[in-house]
């Protein structure tokens, strides 16, 4: 058995969370601590947080409650930690609380409470760090923080203004992982299209070519790696169509992930979102001229503090008429600090969830026709996992360009022997059912 010290890990949350996860877990392992995935085996745990909702703080608050009975050495970091004092409250032996993007801070609490090894073989650790997700995808964040101030979220109070990775670190760590064998690339951040505008765009070097810190020329190099790179969290500013031109030509995958959230201007006011629902339904028009192809997903909130029928009704409309690929709602749930919190004419709890059901039937409706279009079409998928039917026959579960993992459909591929998660596949559509498809070989 090995000396080395051990630190258990736990990570919850969206995938920022999840990359801030990483790099504490690279560093850790940097450094020669061992990691676990148990508490009762570990020297120290720490515990990576989400604060976004209640239900979020809660099993934050239960995983705290559980290292701590199981190994009484709890260090706490994440989106919670913004809160000390909500977990200080609940769980006073804990060591130590830090806020979200907190690496050094956290490494501070970690050498107090658990000395570094001696010989770290700092050279064990792979270039590409360590990671949580499947070895073929990986999660890019390319900078922390929020510039805009949404009355419903609290982001920017815990994670504070936007601030850009350097356009060269985030090319080399880029590169490191498809060097080390990723097929898909998603880029993550609160704010996807404002990359650099804290830096003024600064200029920056990968591999001694001078690129600005820009998404434009972010998607253009990435582009370049030869994988699949997916676009998150994209804010529809005016510039985001620089960057459909380079979906249309296959340099980075017809997908974008734009949150929406409302089409009522008054609403959108109220929700402090710059962006007006006529120039989105332009946008998306004008995005499809230019690459039909493109997948459109988008996150809405119904039953916002002042949101009338009225309201509610141009919301459906919109979604009539922009035809979106995929779509994720939310009732609205007052969030602890939030400002929304003070609007008046909140919306009582049944008739917010009246309308999301409303909402979903809209869209449900649209989401089936366009996933029942792929059926005959000739996709090229990755393969996520491999599974079992009844028969003991072999499935693939893979994605189609218009699917991220976790959050849209899948394709299931029957006979999938001598083929392996990672792999890039084409495949003929045969079925549809309900955000899924169902697929067999090309010449079938
Ligand atoms: S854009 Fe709005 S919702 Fe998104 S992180 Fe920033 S403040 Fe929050």
Redesign the pocket.
Same mark, same amino acid.
């Given at each position: 058995m090995s000396d080395s010290p051990k630190v258990g890990f736990v990570s919850l949350g969206c995938p920022k969370a999840g990359s801030d996860s990483e790099r504490i877990l690279t560093q850790l392992r940097a450094e020669g601590y061992e990691i676990s995935n148990r508490y009762d085996n570990s020297d120290l745990v720490v515990v990576n947080t989400c604060g976004f909702i209640d239900s979020a703080v809660q099993e934050s608050l239960d995983a705290i409650g559980e290292a701590l009975d199981q190994n009484g050495k709890v260090i706490v970091t994440g989106c919670l930690g913004a809160k000390k004092d909500v977990v200080e409250e609940a769980h006073p032996n804990v060591l130590a609380v830090t806020g979200p993007h907190a690496l050094e801070e956290v490494m501070t609490h970690v050498h107090t409470n658990l000395p570094k090894p001696h010989d770290p073989f700092a050279d064990l650790v792979p270039k590409q760090g360590v990671r949580l997700t499947p070895s073929h995808y990986a999660y890019l964040k390319i900078s922390e923080g929020?510039?805009? *101030? $949404?009355s419903? $979220?609290?982001? +920017?109070s815990m994670?504070g203004d936007l601030v850009s990775r350097p356009i060269g670190d985030v090319m080399n760590e880029a590169e490191n992982l498809v060097n080390a064998g990723v097929s898909e690339i998603l880029v993550i951040s609160?704010?996807t299209s404002a990359y650099g505008v804290d830096t003024k765009f600064r200029k920056g070097f990968w591999n001694g070519r001078p690129m600005r810190t820009h998404m434009t020329e972010l998607s253009q190099a990435l582009g370049e790696l030869g994988v699949w790179v997916r676009l998150h969290?994209v804010?529809p500013y005016p510039h985001v169509d620089d960057v459909i031109p380079l979906m249309a030509e296959g340099a980075i995958l017809p997908y974008l992930d734009v +949150?929406l959230?409302h089409a009522s201007p008054r609403i959108l006011k109220a929700m402090? *979102?710059p962006a007006s629902s006529e120039n989105n339904l332009a946008r998306i028009k004008k995005w499809r001229e230019i690459c039909p192809e493109i997948t459109v997903r988008s996150t809405f909130i119904t039953g916002f503090p002042g949101e009338t029928e009225d309201d509610f009704k141009m919301l459906l409309d919109f979604l009539e008429e922009a035809q979106l690929d995929r779509v994720g709602c939310f009732a609205y749930s007052a969030v602890d600090g939030a400002k929304a919190n003070d609007l008046e004419d909140q919306v009582p709890e049944e008739v917010k969830q009246a309308r999301l059901s409303q909402f979903m039937e809209v869209q449900e409706r649209i989401s089936a026709a366009k996933v029942a279009a792929k059926v005959g079409s000739i996709q090229t998928v990755l393969v996520d996992e491999l599974t079992e039917d009844d028969t003991g026959n072999t499935v693939a579960i893979a994605r189609t360009k218009a699917d991220a993992p976790e959050i849209d459909g899948v394709v299931y591929l029957q006979d999938a022997d001598g083929i392996q998660p990672g792999d890039f596949v084409d495949v003929k559509i045969m079925d549809a059912s309900g955000h899924d498809l169902v697929a067999g070989p090309p010449n079938g």
């Open positions: 929020c510039n805009h *101030r $949404c419903f $979220c609290i982001i +920017p994670r609160q704010d969290y804010y +949150p959230q402090k *979102r």
